[in-house]
């Protein structure tokens, strides 16, 4: 019965060590993917629908398209502008990011 216990300790231990670098990792993801896009002084707005994230900013010439492609986007399209990103279920949490470091 020990056993038992003594696996599951360590089992619970090992998944939230694994949780938290998987929040480490997003985090460190959503600061590069600010920082391709020019920098928080060159994002105006930000929104999002379903797997799109849609940003607007101040000079979209200086934004690492490439960079973002390799962080895992699915697509960019560019409007004067704006960016709409296909970014997948993350498009939500950069947008929270987004609006949190803004203030």
Do not use: C, P, W
């Not at 998944?15 to 938290?20: N, P």
């Not at 990792?25 to 930000?46: C, Q, T």
């Not at 399209?77 to 949190?100: F, H, M, T």
């Amino acid at each position: 019965m020990e056993k038992y216990i003594i696996i599951a300790v360590v089992f619970i231990i090992i998944l939230f060590a694994v949780l938290k670098s998987m929040k480490k990792d997003a985090h460190l993801e959503i600061n590069k993917l600010v920082d391709y896009l020019g920098g928080r002084d060159n994002i105006v707005s930000s929104d999002y629908n379903l797997s799109r994230f849609v940003v607007t900013l101040r000079d979209s010439s200086i934004v690492n398209k490439e960079a973002i492609q390799k962080l895992g986007a699915k697509g960019i399209v560019e409007i004067d502008n704006q960016l709409k990103i296909i970014l997948g279920s993350n498009s939500r949490a950069l947008k929270k990011y987004i609006d949190d470091i803004k203030k």
